[in-house]
């Protein structure tokens, strides 16, 4: 049957109906607005607070290196463990100074906890044989195997340290000495690269950077020294990287 237009009427509609229908669909979508920028606000200041030490870079490529009493080993094998690596010219002692005496002292905090590791890698492998590499261990007490003291090619030594432990630049050396950056860097379990975090602020382990802070008056907002701080975000940096899980644990 045929619908009969000509009987039709057109609507007629509440404007107040109509009124309460739009003010309610503004409502929703401003309660949902609030809600997606309340939920934003809430992350965002729990990734400001977040206590874990941010990571920066993971080592996914093996280093084949010789240690000081001859051994050959990879950077790699140090699986399951927190460690502490640093550039190193034995030869110039004063230049890896501030990073040899803290090493030593974690070394002591950590005696006898095979989990936390030392890695000092020569950036002057072709003088720096493991011969003269297990003097200088042999110095400071540097002991396998829970401190290596290692060499590898110097080309592969350079690269590595530039690209891999993100360092920003390969060692120089003018003829007469070495130039190059003897920051401590804290590598997790899992091979990840790890920074401090001291309330907002990311920490690099650089104790040179802290000394000069320190001599130039800079305050470090607390009653310890710039430098002294430092080594108690290291400490606190290493024992939160011990309590966390190994990926194939």
Partial sequence: MALDTKTLEPAIRDPRK???TAF???????VGGIGILASYSKRAKQDAYDPRPPIYGRL???LAVVRQDGTSAGLLDLDNCVWLASAVSVNQPDSWKRSREVMQRMQKRYAGNPEVRFVCLTIDPEKETSEVLAKAAAEIGAELPTWWFAGAGQEYIHRYLKDKFKLGSMPSYDGKQWSYNAKILV?????????GKNGRAVVDFDFDAAASYDEKGLKSGSDKTNAELMEEILGRTIDALLAEPHENS
């Fill in 60 to 62: 996914n490529q093996n």
């Fill in 187 to 195: 590598v997790d379990r899992n091979h990840h690269l790890r920074q």
């Fill in 24 to 30: 309610i669909l503004v409502a929703i979508m401003v």
């Fill in 18 to 20: 109509l009124r309460r």
